[in-house]
C-alpha cells in the first residue's frame, strides 16, 4: 500500500490527504513511502514474509528433484524396454559385476535419414509428405 508520510510526525495518510491526520501539518505532494509488509496473515497467523520466500525456495528445490527422479526413472525404464545392456550395466553396479560378459555390452549405431515434400498450391501448403528411414547397426 502506498502512503503519505507526514514530514512533522512520520504518521502515514491516504494520498487523497492535504493534512496530516495525527498533527494536522501540511503533507507534500512528492512525499511517497511504500508501506512496509513484514508479515502476512494464513489462518489468522502472522507469517513473516523471509520465511514464505524460504518455503518458496525449499518447494522449488524440491520440485526441481521431484522432477529429475521421475526423469532417471523413464529413462531407465526406457533402457529396460530396449534391452540396451551397456546403459542398464552402468546403473546398476551389480549387474555389471554379475553379467560382465562381452557378449552382453553392445555397441548400436543408428542413422536416421528424414525427407519432407510440401506441395504447395496458390501460396498455400497443400500437402506434406514425410519419408523416414532408419538403418541400425550392432556391433
Known sequence: M????????????????????ACGGPLQHDALARHGVTAITIAGQQVPVAQIKQMGRVLAVSLATVAAEAGMAWLRRRAEVAQLPAVAARQHPTLAIAKADAELVRNTVTIVSQRVVEVWEQGALSRQVIEKQVWRKEE
Open 2 to 21: 502506498v502512503e503519505r508520510i507526514c514530514p512533522a510526525c512520520q504518521h502515514g495518510n491516504p494520498l487523497d490527504n492535504r493534512y496530516c491526520g
